[in-house]
């Protein structure tokens, strides 16, 4: 089977990065059509930054990667400093990109690549708040069709928020494009809280990052350490929870996740609940499903596959 041609759409964000080098230590799976940044954990021009500095590090300088949003669809950014660090990338201390970003903008890239490809063959991969994917949608609706599968980090059930008492942070800071990417029609996969709160880089896990003993291998197990910081205080979690590599160990191996066939559809009108993904998760509407609400994974196979795919970067 030729490997998925992906777009991946990114607010790194230490989990990003993990997500990014899990991709491309993947070439038989996954094609890494490129890389669009949108303003989320910190602001565009440090996430597009940060992108070009995942890439190199994986050796990876020839990925395109493109600059977007700056700005949700209609409300003020809100970042994520406080787990993250103030670059983003906090942890490793990795050297600035030589990579130049492209030319234009992610979102006229995003829409000219899926009418440049055959309908269905190109997936896109959100990790980060959804204003490139629902930009795009609005200005090119067309494209709706000939998306393959959107695959995305984002909302909880379960879990509830992480950035509100209600709200998990990608849809909290852009809950006006997440209503709109989860009304579009296109085949939607959501990995919210529910499943990456169970993908936790304990100290065995991240033991087992710094044994790859290369320059990956290490800066992955710095980023987790420091990442992990912001749950282990506020939740008690055992290690930092791994969102965004959930979006692309699926790609790899759907079999290690397990989930419902629902509809979900997002808070944007409640000031006390705004972003809230409200997950039929136990079918008491007549709502049609609209999205495979992920709320499972088998973690020990999840963190065999990671630490297996680091270590060939
Ligand atoms: O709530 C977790 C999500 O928000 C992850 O994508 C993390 O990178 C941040 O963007
Ligand atoms: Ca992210």
């Known amino acids: ?25 993947s070439p038989e799976e ?25 890439c190199e590090l994986a050796g990876k300088g020839n990925v395109p990667v493109f600059a977007g949003s700056d700005r949700p669809m209609g409300r003020a950014l809100v970042t994520a400093e406080h787990v993250h660090g103030k670059t983003g990338l906090d942890g490793p201390d990795l050297p600035d990109p030589l990579m130049p ?54 909302g909880a059930y379960f879990e509830v928020g992480n950035i509100t008492p209600t709200a998990e942070f990608n849809i909290y800071v852009d809950p006006e494009a997440a209503d709109i990417v989860f009304k579009s029609g ?40 420091f990442f992990e910081r912001f749950d282990k205080e506020k939740y008690g979690s055992d290690g930092a929870p791994l969102h965004d590599p959930c979006v692309t160990a699926y790609l790899i191996r759907p079999d290690l996740f397990t989930g419902r066939h629902i509809n979900v559809e997002i808070e944007t009108q409640s000031a006390l609940t705004l972003g809230m993904t409200v997950a039929d998760w136990w079918g008491v509407t007549e709502r049609a499903p609209n999205a495979l609400f992920i709320g499972d994974l088998d973690a020990d196979g999840f963190f065999s596959l990671l630490t297996e795919r680091l270590a060939r970067l």
């Open 1 to 25: 089977m030729p490997p998925r041609k992906i777009i991946i759409d990114t607010d790194p964000g230490q989990d990003d990065a993990v997500a990014i080098l899990l991709a491309l230590a």
């Open 101 to 154: 970003l492209e030319d234009g903008h992610a979102v006229d890239y995003i829409i000219e690549q899926l009418r440049a490809h055959a309908p269905g063959t190109v997936t896109l991969c959100p990790i980060g708040p959804l204003t490139n994917i629902a930009t795009a949608l609005q200005k090119a609706p067309d494209i709706a069709e000939r998306i393959a599968e959107i695959v995305l980090m984002g």
């Open 30 to 54: 996954i094609d890494v059509i490129a890389i669009t940044c949108v303003a989320g954990n910190v602001p565009l021009d440090l996430t597009s930054k940060n992108a070009r500095i995942i």
């Open 186 to 225: 296109v085949p939607i996969v959501v990995m919210p809280l529910d499943v990456t709160h169970k993908a936790l880089v304990t100290r065995a896990r991240n033991d087992a990052f710094r044994a790859i003993g290369t320059p990956v291998g290490t800066a992955v197990a710095q980023m987790t350490d």
